[in-house]
DNA sequence: CAAATATACTGAACACTGTTCAGTATATTT
DNA sequence: AAATATACTGAACAGTGTTCAGTATATTTG
């Protein structure tokens, strides 16, 4: 009977309803200041019906990192293809960076906001594994060319990573106003820092 | 008369109580989970008091984020004292980490935490300002001797600062799972990282 | 010293939050 | 047509930050 199969689909709109709705709350007004309740109104249900389908409103984030996830992957394929390992270890940076600075609601609730790390939630883990794998694959690379002062990936990776998150939480905790700089000169610094920083590890 | 000077004597006495409830809270359970309510539970008074003498909870947090800045200066100069610059470099990243890995929660409510930076608040931009200052005047040092592949003191600074914050920040939001570790590892780990990275920097 | 005033504090109330669950209305199966 | 299963509601619960009329105490004034 087709019944069950109707329902199952309307179960996975439903869930999409509710997820499309919830991500463009996120990233207008941030994880936080987006209540169940203004989800429930603007998909014009009650509140109570967004719990049958999502546990709680860490798994709405959790879907949300996942998908986010796979969007930074995305940008990476996308702008990070030089044939030249260290040159695409620069790509990766910068487009690590800009990403943030591009979605600021969207990194905030990918990296920096507080919530229970959920360990199930397959998209989660994999889409993270494989965006994390991008950097780790090049890192490889790199070090396989002996292109780098640096010989282990995953103090290579924990550096760039480190690097350009803390770039992108400072600015985005406005601690980065202590130098003074417009928002554009930001832009041109970090980018150049991720330059100069990679130029530096590079033999 | 010396009763306006009593009372004056009072109001910062009662502030401190309130401040010091407010940073042992703080402390053990983070700011979020911290409320108003607990606060004035904890030192008998009822909840409204407290508005009596903070206008609101960020300004709690402000006062305490000056606090916390002041002691990581303390950390620096106690930490860092080499008289090479660049070793003293070195020294500021490790105290910094270790800072972070130490105090957790303070670490969070001083750097990660949203909340709508606040110009005033002189403690804040002043201590903020020394130790930020501990760290340009270390880098100006490192330039002026020519010791660093680098001659930009803000671009050092953003480096060194985004490096060592990226590195607690992740592993604070338990980000670095994904490289599998013991904190004892990420603690080795972390310190081999900066002291790398110094090292790539350095001529 | 008593009355008037100033100060310190209270705690109920407001408007929110995430979450639960008995009850209802609709759809499906018997 | 009756019985059952499903989907949804919205009031209720316990919590949040914050405000403010009212009270109780301390100080000043006549």
Sequence with gaps: MG??????????????LIMSAALK????????????????????????????????????????????????????????????????????????????LDNPELYDLMFIIRAPMNVDETIHKDNGDQTFDFLTDCLKECISQNLLRLKDVNMGALQVWSMSHGMVSLNLRCRLKIMEMTEDQVRETL???????IASITL
Excluded: C, H, W
């Excluded at 019944?3 to 999409?16: G, H, L, P």
């Design 3 to 16: 019944i069950s199969e109707r329902k199952e689909r309307e179960k996975t709109e439903m869930k999409q």
């Design 191 to 197: 980018a150049a820092s991720i330059e100069n920083y």
């Design 25 to 100: 709350m996120f990233l207008e007004d941030g994880y936080a200041k987006t209540s169940i309740r203004n989800i429930a109104d603007a998909i014009e249900y009650s509140p109570g019906t967004i719990y049958l389908y999502y546990k709680d409103k860490d798994e709405l984030l959790y879907e949300v990192q996942g998908l986010a996830y796979g969007e930074l992957l995305t940008a990476f394929k996308k702008n990070a293809t030089s044939t030249n390992p260290v040159e695409k270890l620069v790509q990766i940076g910068k487009t690590y960076v800009n990403f943030g």
